[in-house]
């Protein structure tokens, strides 16, 4: 006897509901339509995402980055509030690309979920549309993929994938960088992607109330609080001056990202009464009891941009930032490596 069910199934009823996925692509187009730039060939809903590259390039060097938004996830689903972790996705490739001197061209993001709730997703979706604005990047494709049972109910998982281009003469690789060069920090928003793992556990330990007023704000806000953008005063700053090395601090902290940028007879030296450690941080360290050179492994502890220029530009790259809404300290030198000493000392 056939065990075959004589009622008729739909996609729906395995859990995916394409009226849904519809929606939610009609719901973001015009978010979507604000990050236009020009390049983009054709709109959102091709097979393929299109974009020109400016003629401006006479020798382009595509630049592309590929990041998601960790842990800090699992906060935003606890907390109900899905509006500002698209900032984060972008962020997070886009920082990363700039650092060799790229300018971000365009984004696409990858949106998995188990079930398609169409206003959280939209909410996710502005967030990433947001992001790209702040960036100067089109949001010109991505995926939204339901796939029942992958994931909790109210539970998703995001992807980006940043492209730019930048002019070969122009690539930022730090070979320029010598000892006496000048390294300024630029002040994170907050944790931005990275340790909320970390974060979580002390959360767990601690159980502090995230309604609770935390220096002027709620907790919950300074722990969602998106990814800072340094894409647009940072590109300025390349235009008027010689930038020599660039950093992105995400995991690994100030101590693994900045030897990133220095050839091996380089160390850079960072004065830690150089920039004041924000609240949230001092806050997690003696929540979790968490040791200083874990904090600088694991957070970037108020710095979430390195850049280095020689010390005849320090002054004006400081100047130059400021006015674009940085704040920028002057954290630290480059000198000659001794031996087989790590190559970023946080004194």
Not at 115 to 135: F, Q, R
Not at 252 to 281: H, K, S, Y
Request: aromatic share 6%.
């Amino acid at each position: 006897m056939s065990s075959t069910s004589n009622v008729p199934l739909s996609y729906r009823d395995a859990g995916v509901d394409i009226d849904a996925g519809d929606a939610l692509v009609e719901a973001i187009k015009p978010f979507a339509k604000r990050t236009m730039r020009e390049g983009v060939l054709g709109g959102i809903g091709g097979f393929g995402a299109l974009f020109e590259i400016s003629k401006k390039y006479k020798e382009p060097v595509l630049v592309s980055g590929t990041d998601g938004v960790g842990t800090k996830l699992k906060l935003a689903f606890h907390l109900n509030k899905h509006d500002t972790v698209g900032i984060d996705l972008v962020a997070m490739s886009v920082n990363d690309i700039l650092v060799q001197g790229a300018e971000p061209l365009f984004f696409l993001d990858y949106f998995a979920c188990g079930k398609l709730d169409v206003p959280s997703a939209t909410d996710v979706i502005k967030g990433i549309a947001k992001g790209c604005e702040l960036a100067g990047c089109a949001l010109i494709g991505g995926e939204t993929a339901e796939m029942p049972s992958m994931y909790p109910d109210g539970e998703y998982d995001l992807a980006g994938f940043a492209v730019g281009a930048v002019e070969k003469s122009k690539l930022i690789d730090g070979s320029k960088i010598v000892p006496g060069d000048v390294v300024l920090g630029l002040a994170s928003s907050g944790a931005h992607s990275n340790g909320y793992s970390l974060v979580r556990k002390i959360i767990s330990v601690a159980q502090p109330d995230l309604n609770a007023d935390f220096h002027g704000r709620r907790l919950a806000d300074v722990l969602l609080e998106p990814t800072h953008i340094y894409v647009k005063p940072l590109l300025a700053l390349m235009q008027s001056l010689e930038v020599k090395g660039m950093a992105h601090i995400t995991g690994g902290g100030l101590v693994e990202n900045v030897p990133r940028v220095l050839r091996d007879n380089l160390t850079a030296v960072l004065q830690r009464d150089a920039w004041t450690m924000p609240p949230l941080f001092t806050w997690l360290q003696q929540h979790g009891n968490v040791a200083d050179a874990e904090m600088h492994r694991v957070f970037n502890c108020g710095i979430g941009m390195i850049v280095i220029v020689s010390k005849e530009n320090a002054d004006a790259a400081i100047a130059q930032l400021q006015a674009a809404g940085e704040t920028v300290s002057r954290i630290g030198e480059i000198r000659e490596r001794q031996g087989q000493e790590a190559q970023t000392i946080v004194l």
